[in-house]
Structures are given as C-alpha cells and as structure tokens.
C-alpha cells in the first residue's frame, strides 16, 4: 500500500465516519496484512498527509491520538482545471452516451463542465463496469 491508496481509504472512512483513532480503527480500513508495523506507517503518513491540507486535525489525548474532520466529508470540496481537451473529451463521452440512449437531458457543454458532468460520466463508467462483469460471469 503506498500513502495515495491510504489515503482514498481515509477520505472513504470520512465519509461514515468523524473520527478514526489508529488502535480502534485500522481493522476498518485494512482487513488482513502481512506488516502491521509499515501499514500503520503508512496509514499515519496518509493522516499527516490529510492534515496537511487541511482536511483532519490530530488531537492528543493521553496516550492516544485522535484525527477529527474539521467539516463533513461531503463539505471537503475541490478545485479542478481541466484543458480544452480534456474538456472536449469529457463531453464528448457523455454526449455520445446520451445520444446513444436517445435522452438529451444531461448533454455536456464543453467550455463549461459542472459537477454534474463528472458524476454523469462515473455514472456511464459504473454502466459500462457492470456490463462488463455481466459478460466476464456469463462467459
């Protein structure tokens, strides 16, 4: 596991959950491993990394630490910029996509991309994953 995957992990515990205390919480995010000690390393190398922006702060109580969000997860917003073509890429695989099944509802304006735009396009991902698991379990 490297410091990126800890940390998708966190941000995915932070969803559920406000708090996570190293002792109590790492089961919740690693089920088995072969190096506790390293995993641990780098799960607090990910929280370190988290607090550094700002997401979560460390608070030492006795012998524990606890790392708190500082807002709801789902408040943790970010900021994207995207190039021209990458822009027009995006809408192009979404517009397709609703060409395709014949709805014109959630077309993509490609000099203006919206979060909609980025959840319509992991919802066509998601379509696409379950199709595939569909054919790969049929075959």
Known sequence: MNIMEAS????????????FVMEEN????IKITDDPA????????ALKSLASVE???AV??????????NRPAEALDQEVTLHGFTAQMLAECIN?????????????????IQEKDIR???FITNYFIGLADGESQKG
Do not use: V
């Open 96 to 112: 397709s996509f609703c060409e395709h099944i014949q709805d014109p509802t959630d077309l993509c304006d490609a000099k203006s």
């Open 60 to 69: 030492d109580q006795g012998d524990m630490t606890y790392w708190f969000l």
């Open 120 to 122: 319509n396009l992991l």
């Open 55 to 57: 997401c979560i702060t």
């Open 38 to 45: 390293r995993d641990k390393a780098c799960l607090l190398g």
């Open 26 to 29: 790492l089961k919740d995010i």
């Open 8 to 19: 998708n992990k966190l941000y995915e515990f932070f969803l559920t959950h406000d708090c």
